[in-house]
């Protein structure tokens, strides 16, 4: 008899609310008995009542996304009461700006580095330049000389035009 007990075990939110498991449960597919700290938290933030009623308001193929959501804000509300969730995007939303100012400064220093040192390692390129000029693809990293300089292009045969 226990082994019939084992497999008709009830789901976490069941047995957090006391109550019987019902094989047209609602919960049951969502908040399986191994996982009773997702009910509970879930059940603590946002009420079984709101949660069941939700549940059954949303289609189907999209409960399993809507409880992930539940969960997931529900644990972040239980870390941070006063933010939720938004607390945690805005402190990588800093994170992604801080990151984006470091990778502009190390390009600037990057193409610093190259006008310097381009003329030096190329007397040729650098004449051509007039001013060391260069400009950088971000998307294939690759420094290309500038079209734009003061000098004439008497080196391509075509008269500088």
Known sequence: MASSSYSNSPCAACKFLRRKCMPDCIFAPYFPPEEPQKFANVHKIFGASNVSKLLNEVLPHQREDAVNSLAYEAEARMKDPVYGCVG??????????RLQKELDATNADLIRYACNEMPAANPQFARRMGHGGVSYDQSSGIYYPSPWND???GDRGDGGV
């Open 151 to 153: 000098e004439p292009c």
């Open 88 to 97: 945690a995007i805005s402190v990588l939303q800093r994170q992604v700006i």
